[in-house]
């Protein structure tokens, strides 16, 4: 697995390579974008990480002709700082940017949750298989209010439906348009899905686990009021 890094400072190099030390992902560190644009060939990476702190303007830019150049997706996630605006978020998610993290690379889920979209077949410390048939549940009913909705990692249309089951770890998805998620193929990093349980509203990252009548998907991090009921 080969994780092209785009930044102008050694320390975030050495905080990525830090966190990936563990797996098998090699990183391979451009400090020019327009470096790393010509090389994009050679490199031939399976995931890019940009920093946002060091070239504000020119992420955009680099993903704009990553996805006009490269053929396969290519995974996408930036590294940002404090002053990263929420304006610059949904920009990101527009361009299908897969992953958001602070770039000290200090917190612990938030590693797991990336290493979840560089290398999603690797478990992280800790985690255990899901069993998917066995774990408890609970069928939401119309009073629970429980309605996701999250976009196409591609396309970027909106894909809506019914959340049939609700486990420990995970939930049962039936599409509206089961014409939209044909080919999603798991494992599936899926960032900023928006749940809503009752009046709140959620932004949750989840993980697309199987893909036939219905989408089975694993929280990353569930939301309290759904931990609650088991």
């Given at each position: 697995m080969k994780?092209?890094?785009?930044?102008?400072?050694?320390?975030?190099?050495?905080?990525?390579?830090?966190?990936?030390?563990?797996?098998?992902?090699?990183?391979?560190?451009?400090?020019?974008?327009?470096?790393?644009?010509?090389?994009l060939d050679e490199t031939d990476p399976d995931t890019i990480a940009l920093s946002a702190v060091d070239f504000p303007r020119h992420w955009k830019v680099f993903i704009a002709f990553l996805q006009g150049t490269i053929k396969k997706p290519v995974p996408v996630i930036l590294l940002i700082g404090e002053s990263f605006e929420e304006e610059e978020r949904s920009k990101a998610e527009a361009l299908g940017v897969r992953g958001i993290f602070h770039e000290d690379l200090a917190d612990k889920s938030e590693i797991e949750v990336l290493l979840k979209v560089i290398h999603p077949k690797a478990k992280v410390e800790g985690e255990k298989s899901v069993q998917t048939s066995k774990e408890p549940y609970f069928e939401p009913s119309p009073h629970?209010?429980?309605?996701?909705?999250?976009?196409h990692p591609e396309s970027l249309n909106l894909i809506e439906g019914k959340i049939t089951r609700i486990g420990k770890d995970t939930l049962w998805f039936d599409p509206s348009k089961r014409e939209k998620t044909l080919d999603l193929s798991p494992p599936l990093f899926l960032p900023a899905c928006s749940l809503r349980i009752g009046s709140a509203l959620h932004t949750i990252d989840l993980e697309l686990l199987e893909n036939r009548e219905q989408l089975v998907l694993r929280f990353l991090k569930m939301p309290p009021e759904l931990e609650e009921r088991f």
């Open positions: 994780v092209l890094l785009i930044c102008e400072r050694e320390k975030v190099k050495n905080r990525l390579v830090i966190a990936l030390s563990e797996y098998d992902a090699e990183v391979i560190w451009y400090r020019d974008p327009i470096k790393a644009m010509d090389n629970d209010r429980i309605e996701l909705l999250f976009l």
